[in-house]
C-alpha cells in the first residue's frame, strides 16, 4: 500500500526521502513522488520504480519536504495521478482512502477549482488550501480539514515558506521519528532507522507539527497530547537483501531464525505459563469457553490450521472468520468469547476493523498475535503475543507463517492446559517438539535442489489444484494462495475429500494437482482422492513424509520430507510448497516480492 516518507532536518533531506522509500518499496507501489521545498515549491514524479524517481532527483537540494509511493486506488497508475498533489503553493501526500471524496469535489469543483487527477487526494489538497481562507495556520487547516474526511488516511502537508510539517493519522499508520537535526514521520519505521531509532507512533486523530527543532502533536480531541517515545530496535540488516536474489526468498529460508526467536521465550522452560500471551492473560484465558480468530489472506490461513489444534487440544470451539466478512455480517456476539486477530503487519484495516467491530459488540477479551510492536492491532487488543519473524518485506508471506503457527500452537496447548486437558507428560512432549521445530524447517529448506525440479513443470500451466485433508487443508489453502500470487497461475486449494463434489470436473493432464501427505490418519483416504485424480489423467505432485506409504508411479511424483511432526506437522509441510511457488515465479520471470496488484500492507478496504 502507499508509503509516506517526510523530512525536516538540518541536512539535505533528499537522499532521506529517497532511501525511505526504498524501504517502503515492499509495501507495494506503482508510481513515486517527492515534493520539496527551497523555499518554493519542486514536485517530481515518477511511474514505476523508486529508483527512476531518484535519478530525476539527483542533484536536488533541501531541508523539507514530503515523498510518497502511491498503489493505485481512484485512478490508474500514472504519473498524473502520481503523489505529491498540490493546491496553490501547498503539497499533499496521503494513504487510506477518502470515502466522501466525491461530495467534497463537487464541493470544491463548486469554489471554482480544477482537478488535474483522478485521486482523492486531490481534493485533501484543495479542501486545505480553501481552508487556509478562513484559518490561516496550516496546522489549524489540517486540523479542520480532518474533521471532515471520512474514510482511513494519514497525511502528510507541507506549505511553501512555511518551516513545518504537518501530518495526521485516523485508520492509517503513520509514525514520527525524532533525530537529532532534523524530525521525521513515516509509515513505517525501516523508513527512518537510517536517520533514528526514536520513534512516537500517532494515534487516532492526532494531528502533528514538525519542524528541525520542535515536534507538536494535538490528539483528536484538539488537547496537547504527550506521545510514548519507543526505541526501535529493527535491525538494519534485517531490510537488507543481503547474498539473496529476492526477500521471498531470504525470509523462506530464515524461517528457522524466525521460529527459533518467536519460540525464545519457552528455550528453557519446563512448562507453559498463560503470562506468554501477557499481563492479563492468566485472568482472561481463564474459563474460556469459545475462540473466535479474526484475519485476512495467509494470517487466515495460520488461524484455520489452529482451529484443529484448539479444538483437538483444548476441546474448546473455534471458529475462523475472514475479517473483511465478519465486520459486515450481524452475527451472534458471545461477550465471553476469546476473539484472537492475527496480522503479520498490524495494520491490515479489514483485521483492525474486524477487532474494532468485536469489540464493539462487547467482546473485550482480545488478544493480537502479530509480527510488529506497537501497531494499530496491537494496540487495539487487550492481550498480545508478538511473532518475532523479523520484517517481512516480500508481498507473498512465508515466515510470518510459519512463526503464527508456532505462537497458535502455544496458544492451543496453553488453553488446553487451562483447561485441564493437558498432562504434564503431553505438556512436556509439546515443548520439545516445539524447540526442535527450527531444526526440522532447516531439513526441509534442503529439499530446494528437488523442488526446483518440479517447477518447471509448473511455468505453462494455466491452473493448478492443490489438496490436502484435516490440518492440512489449510496448508494446500495456503501452497495455492503463494502460486497464484506470485506465479500468476490460478491455483484452488481443496479439501481432498471434496474434490468428487465438482473440482474432478477439471482435472486433465493439463492440471497439474499438488497434494501434501504427511503420514497421519488421514493417508489412507488421501490416497483414495489420489487415485481419483490419476484415473482422470492428472499429473500429481506429492509432499510426503519419509514413512508415508506413497510411491512413485507414472504420473505420481512424491517428494518426502524427512521427519513426521505429528500435530505440528503443518509448519514443515508448508515450507516445499513456498518453495515450490518461488522457484515457479523464477521461471516466469515475475516480479517475484512485489507480484502486480497486490500490496504488503493492506492499510485500505
Ligand atoms: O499483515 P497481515 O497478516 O494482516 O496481512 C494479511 C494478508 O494481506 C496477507 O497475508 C496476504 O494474503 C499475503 N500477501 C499472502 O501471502
Same mark, same amino acid.
Given at each position: 500500500?502507499?508509503?509516506?516518507?517526510?523530512?525536516?532536518?538540518?541536512?539535505?533531506?533528499?537522499?532521506?526521502?529517497?532511501?525511505?522509500?526504498?524501504?517502503?518499496?515492499?509495501?507495494?507501489?506503482?508510481?513515486?513522488?517527492?515534493?520539496?521545498?527551497?523555499?518554493?515549491?519542486?514536485?517530481?514524479?515518477?511511474?514505476?520504480?523508486?529508483?527512476?524517481?531518484?535519478?530525476?532527483?539527483?542533484?536536488?537540494?533541501?531541508?523539507?519536504?514530503?515523498?510518497?509511493?502511491?498503489?493505485?486506488?481512484?485512478?490508474?497508475?500514472?504519473?498524473?495521478?502520481?503523489?505529491?498533489?498540490?493546491?496553490?503553493?501547498?503539497?499533499?501526500?496521503?494513504?487510506?482512502?477518502?470515502?466522501?471524496?466525491?461530495?467534497?469535489?463537487?464541493?470544491?469543483?463548486?469554489?471554482?477549482?480544477?482537478?488535474?487527477?483522478?485521486?482523492?487526494?486531490?481534493?485533501?489538497?484543495?479542501?486545505?488550501?480553501?481552508?487556509?481562507?478562513?484559518?490561516?495556520?496550516?496546522?489549524?487547516?489540517?486540523?479542520?480539514?480532518?474533521?471532515?474526511?471520512?474514510?482511513?488516511?494519514?497525511?502528510?502537508?507541507?506549505?511553501?515558506?512555511?518551516?513545518?510539517?504537518?501530518?495526521?493519522?485516523?485508520?492509517?499508520?503513520?509514525?514520527?521519528?525524532?533525530?537529532?537535526?532534523?524530525?521525521?514521520?513515516?509509515?513505517?519505521?525501516?523508513?527512518?532507522?537510517?536517520?533514528? =531509532?526514536?520513534?512516537?507512533?500517532?494515534?487516532?486523530?492526532?494531528?502533528?507539527?514538525?519542524? =528541525?527543532?520542535?515536534?507538536?502533536?494535538?490528539?483528536?480531541?484538539?488537547?496537547?497530547?504527550? =506521545?510514548?517515545?519507543?526505541?526501535?530496535?529493527?535491525?538494519?540488516?534485517?531490510?537488507?537483501?543481503?547474498?539473496?536474489?529476492?526477500?521471498?526468498?531470504?525470509?523462506? *529460508?530464515?524461517?528457522?531464525?524466525?521460529?527459533?526467536?518467536?519460540?525464545?521465550?519457552?528455550?528453557?522452560?519446563?512448562?507453559?505459563?498463560?503470562?506468554?500471551?501477557?499481563?492479563?492473560?492468566?485472568?482472561?484465558?481463564?474459563?474460556?469457553?469459545?475462540?473466535?480468530?479474526?484475519?485476512?489472506?495467509?494470517?487466515?490461513?495460520?488461524?484455520?490450521?489452529?482451529?484443529?489444534?484448539?479444538?483437538?487440544?483444548?476441546?474448546?470451539?473455534?471458529?475462523?472468520?475472514?475479517?473483511?466478512?465478519?465486520?459486515?455480517?450481524?452475527?451472534?456476539?458471545?461477550?465471553?468469547?476469546?476473539?484472537?486477530?492475527?496480522?503479520?503487519?498490524?495494520?491490515?484495516?479489514?483485521?483492525?476493523?474486524?477487532?474494532?467491530?468485536?469489540?464493539?459488540?462487547?467482546?473485550?477479551?482480545?488478544?493480537?498475535?502479530?509480527?510488529?510492536?506497537?501497531?494499530?492491532?496491537?494496540?487495539?487488543?487487550?492481550?498480545? *503475543?508478538?511473532?518475532?519473524?523479523?520484517?517481512?518485506?516480500?508481498?507473498?508471506?512465508?515466515?510470518?507463517?510459519?512463526?503464527?503457527?508456532?505462537?497458535?500452537?502455544?496458544?492451543?496447548?496453553?488453553?488446553?492446559?487451562?483447561?485441564?486437558?493437558?498432562?504434564?507428560?503431553?505438556?512436556?512432549?509439546?515443548?520439545?517438539?516445539?524447540?526442535?521445530?527450527?531444526?526440522?524447517?532447516?531439513?526441509?529448506?534442503?529439499?530446494?535442489?528437488?523442488?526446483?525440479?518440479?517447477?518447471?513443470?509448473?511455468?505453462?500451466?494455466?491452473?493448478?489444484?492443490?489438496?490436502?485433508?484435516?490440518?492440512?487443508?489449510?496448508?494446500?489453502?495456503?501452497?495455492?494462495?503463494?502460486?497464484?500470487?506470485?506465479?500468476?497461475?490460478?491455483?484452488?486449494?481443496?479439501?481432498?475429500?471434496?474434490?468428487?463434489?465438482?473440482?474432478?470436473?477439471?482435472?486433465?493432464?493439463?492440471?497439474?494437482?499438488?497434494?501434501?501427505?504427511?503420514?497421519?490418519?488421514?493417508?489412507?483416504?488421501?490416497?483414495?482422492?489420489?487415485?481419483?485424480?490419476?484415473?482422470?489423467?492428472?499429473?500429481?505432485?506429492?509432499?510426503?513424509?519419509?514413512?508415508?506409504?506413497?510411491?512413485?508411479?507414472?504420473?505420481?511424483?512424491?517428494?518426502?520430507?524427512?521427519?513426521?511432526?505429528?500435530?505440528?506437522?503443518?509448519?514443515?509441510?508448508?515450507?516445499?510448497?513456498?518453495?515450490?511457488?518461488?522457484?515457479?515465479?523464477?521461471?516466469?520471470?515475475?516480479?517475484?516480492?512485489?507480484?502486480?496488484?497486490?500490496?504488503?500492507?493492506?492499510?485500505?478496504?
Amino acid at each position: 500500500m502507499c508509503g509516506i516518507v517526510a523530512a525536516v532536518a538540518e541536512r539535505n533531506i533528499v537522499p532521506v526521502l529517497i532511501e525511505g522509500l526504498k524501504k517502503l518499496e515492499y509495501r507495494g507501489y506503482d508510481s513515486a513522488g517527492v515534493a520539496l521545498l527551497n523555499p518554493t515549491l519542486t514536485r517530481l514524479r515518477s511511474v514505476g520504480r523508486v529508483a527512476e524517481l531518484a535519478a530525476q532527483a539527483e542533484g536536488q537540494v533541501a531541508h523539507h519536504g514530503i515523498a510518497h509511493t502511491r498503489w493505485a486506488t481512484h485512478g490508474v497508475p500514472s504519473q498524473r495521478n502520481a503523489h505529491p498533489h498540490v493546491s496553490g503553493g501547498l503539497a499533499v501526500v496521503h494513504n487510506g482512502i477518502i470515502e466522501n471524496y466525491a461530495e467534497l469535489k463537487a464541493e470544491l469543483q463548486a469554489a471554482g477549482y480544477a482537478f488535474s487527477s483522478d485521486t482523492d487526494t486531490e481534493v485533501v489538497a484543495h479542501l486545505i488550501s480553501e481552508t487556509l481562507k478562513t484559518v490561516p495556520e496550516l496546522f489549524a487547516a489540517v486540523q479542520a480539514v480532518a474533521k471532515r474526511l471520512i474514510g482511513a488516511y494519514a497525511i502528510a502537508v507541507i506549505r511553501e515558506w512555511d518551516d513545518c510539517i504537518v501530518v495526521t493519522r485516523h485508520g492509517a499508520p503513520l509514525l514520527l521519528g525524532l533525530g537529532e537535526d532534523g524530525n521525521y514521520a513515516a509509515s513505517d519505521a525501516s523508513a527512518l532507522i537510517q536517520v533514528t =531509532r526514536r520513534m512516537v507512533y500517532l494515534e487516532e486523530g492526532d494531528v502533528a507539527e514538525l519542524k =528541525r527543532g520542535t515536534v507538536r502533536i494535538v490528539g483528536a480531541d484538539g488537547t496537547a497530547a504527550e =506521545r510514548t517515545v519507543h526505541e526501535s530496535t529493527l535491525s538494519a540488516d534485517a531490510v537488507e537483501l543481503g547474498d539473496y536474489a529476492h526477500y521471498m526468498q531470504k525470509e523462506i *529460508f530464515e524461517q528457522p531464525q524466525a521460529l527459533a526467536a518467536t519460540l525464545e521465550m519457552i528455550g528453557g522452560a519446563q512448562s507453559l505459563t498463560p503470562n506468554l500471551f501477557g499481563v492479563a492473560a492468566p485472568e482472561m484465558l481463564k474459563d474460556v469457553k469459545s475462540v473466535l480468530i479474526l484475519a485476512c489472506g495467509t494470517s487466515c490461513h495460520a488461524g484455520m490450521v489452529a482451529r484443529y489444534w484448539i479444538e483437538q487440544l483444548a476441546g474448546i470451539p473455534c471458529t475462523v472468520e475472514i475479517a473483511s466478512e465478519y465486520r459486515y455480517r450481524v452475527s451472534v456476539p458471545n461477550p465471553e468469547q476469546l476473539v484472537v486477530a492475527i496480522s503479520q503487519s498490524g495494520e491490515t484495516a479489514d483485521t483492525l476493523a474486524s477487532v474494532k467491530h468485536a469489540k464493539s459488540l462487547g467482546m473485550g477479551r482480545t488478544l493480537a498475535l502479530c509480527n510488529v510492536p506497537e501497531s494499530a492491532i496491537v494496540r487495539e487488543c487487550a492481550l498480545r *503475543f508478538l511473532t518475532r519473524a523479523g520484517p517481512e518485506i516480500g508481498v507473498a508471506s512465508t515466515k510470518a507463517f510459519t512463526t503464527q503457527l508456532a505462537a497458535l500452537f502455544l496458544l492451543a496447548a496453553t488453553l488446553a492446559k487451562q483447561a485441564g486437558r493437558l498432562s504434564a507428560d503431553e505438556e512436556a512432549k509439546h515443548l520439545v517438539s516445539l524447540r526442535h521445530l527450527p531444526v526440522a524447517v532447516q531439513k526441509v529448506l534442503a529439499l530446494e535442489p528437488a523442488i526446483k525440479a518440479w517447477a518447471g513443470r509448473f511455468a505453462d500451466k494455466q491452473h493448478a489444484l492443490f489438496l490436502g485433508r484435516g490440518l492440512h487443508y489449510p496448508i494446500a489453502l495456503e501452497g495455492a494462495l503463494k502460486l497464484k500470487e506470485i506465479s500468476y497461475i490460478h491455483a484452488e486449494g481443496y479439501p481432498a475429500g471434496e474434490l468428487k463434489h465438482g473440482p474432478l470436473a477439471l482435472v486433465d493432464k493439463n492440471m497439474p494437482v499438488v497434494s501434501v501427505a504427511p503420514n497421519d490418519f488421514l493417508l489412507e483416504k488421501l490416497k483414495s482422492n489420489l487415485k481419483e485424480v490419476a484415473a482422470r489423467g492428472g499429473e500429481l505432485y506429492v509432499f510426503a513424509d519419509a514413512d508415508s506409504a506413497v510411491d512413485e508411479e507414472p504420473g505420481l511424483h512424491v517428494l518426502r520430507l524427512p521427519e513426521h511432526y505429528g500435530l505440528l506437522s503443518p509448519v514443515l509441510h508448508v515450507v516445499p510448497l513456498q518453495l515450490l511457488s518461488y522457484h515457479v515465479a523464477l521461471v516466469k520471470g515475475t516480479d517475484v516480492d512485489k507480484p502486480r496488484n497486490l500490496a504488503k500492507s493492506v492499510t485500505v478496504e
